[in-house]
T-cell receptor
């Protein structure tokens, strides 16, 4: 068990809508990362939050945004959903001196 | 950007056989991580490597961090049916906010 919980597990949205995905950790970790995993591919880094501030971002447009809260839970928000946003979204807590990433089970988002 | 070339793409082996997979890159990484992912789950960390040349074991799994810091391999000895899954390598660059760059994965199937 990684101690990282994501909700919901599955979600279906319509193109153009907005979505919020959530992540929480059993123990407090002040660094959290979000990844997008398209079918048949490895995860792609979206962004990372440290002490409630974004401190690293991958090649994703601004309509992908996030929040981290004082209790270290986190949200991923995606606006103006596109069909290509359909993927497994993974949240990871960062441990081991900021090197090891422990993932939740993911949220499967389908955009129709 | 950084890319990881993971091979082979898939393997279908007999139970009891040894397995070897590897990742190469044109970039130098500070850390190499190996993950296993099963259907409907997030990636689970198997082994983390921190130093060039480091050889680390975790049960029947052995992984090495290449001397050039541009490659890594994972070996699984005496495979069993529960080894089935997708194995991902991931490289980490501290100067890029600790983001992980993932390979495309190796699909492992085991015949019992």
């Amino acid at each position: 068990e990684t101690g990282v919980t994501q909700s919901p597990t599955h979600l279906i949205k319509t193109r153009g809508q907005q979505v919020t995905l959530r992540c929480s950790s059993q123990s407090g970790h002040n660094t959290v990362s979000w990844y997008q995993q398209a079918l048949g591919q490895g995860p792609q880094f979206i962004f990372q939050y440290y002490r409630e501030e974004e401190n690293g971002r991958g090649n994703f447009p601004p309509r992908f945004s996030g929040l981290q809260f004082p209790n270290y839970s986190s949200e991923l928000n995606v606006n103006a959903l596109e069909l290509d946003d359909s993927a497994l979204y993974l949240c990871a807590r960062i441990s081991g001196g900021n090197t090891e990433a422990f993932f939740g089970q993911g949220t499967r988002l389908t955009v129709v | 950007g950084q890319q990881l070339n993971q091979s082979p793409q898939s393997m279908f082996i007999q139970e009891g056989e040894d397995v070897s997979m590897n990742c190469t890159s044109s970039s130098i990484f500070n850390t190499w991580l190996w993950y296993k992912q099963e259907p409907g789950e997030g990636p689970v960390l198997l082994i983390a490597l921190y130093k060039a040349g480091e050889l680390t074991s975790n049960g029947r799994l052995t992984a090495q961090f290449g001397i050039t810091r541009k490659d890594s391999f994972l070996n699984i000895s005496a495979s069993i049916p529960s080894d089935v899954g997708i194995y991902f390598c991931a490289g980490q660059l501290i100067e890029y906010g600790n983001k992980l760059v993932f390979g495309a994965g190796t699909i492992l199937r085991v015949k019992s």
